[in-house]
């Protein structure tokens, strides 16, 4: 059974950093292309960043791009997302999610095959 736990999260001041990990069990990790998305009150998921299953190549949603930064240590099965210079707008529950073959379709809440229970980011002052 597929199982990813997230955990790192908090509240924070704007301009914070904060440091997210998905440790996964239960699957081959290192062959899954892994995602983060989140979830503000009221708003549907969004995508966030996706790094393939090797590692060498992501993407990152302009509203991130610059300030996160995703990583993967596959002999640990985990996935890391770095936050930097947190703005209240980053507010949101935090998921990671894994998939095959998600090359052409990261961007697709409904592409992924596997979720965690989210964990919550609160950037405030």
């Known amino acids: 059974q597929v199982q990813l736990v997230e955990s790192g999260g908090g509240l924070v001041q704007p301009g914070g950093s904060l440091r997210l990990s998905c440790a996964a069990s239960g699957v081959t990790f290192s062959s899954y292309d892994l995602a983060w998305f989140r979830q503000a009150p009221g708003k549907e998921r969004e995508f966030v960043v996706f790094i393939i299953r090797g590692g060498y190549s992501t993407r990152y949603a302009d509203s991130v791009k610059g300030r996160f930064t995703i990583s993967r240590d596959n002999a640990k099965k985990t996935v890391y997302l770095q936050m930097n210079s947190l703005k209240p707008e980053d507010t949101a529950v935090y998921y990671c999610?894994?998939?095959?073959?998600?090359?052409?379709?990261?961007?697709?809440?409904?592409?992924?095959?596997?979720w965690g229970q989210g964990t919550q980011v609160t950037v405030s002052s």
């Open positions: 999610a894994a998939g095959t073959d998600m090359r052409t379709t990261y961007y697709y809440t409904n592409s992924w095959n596997y």
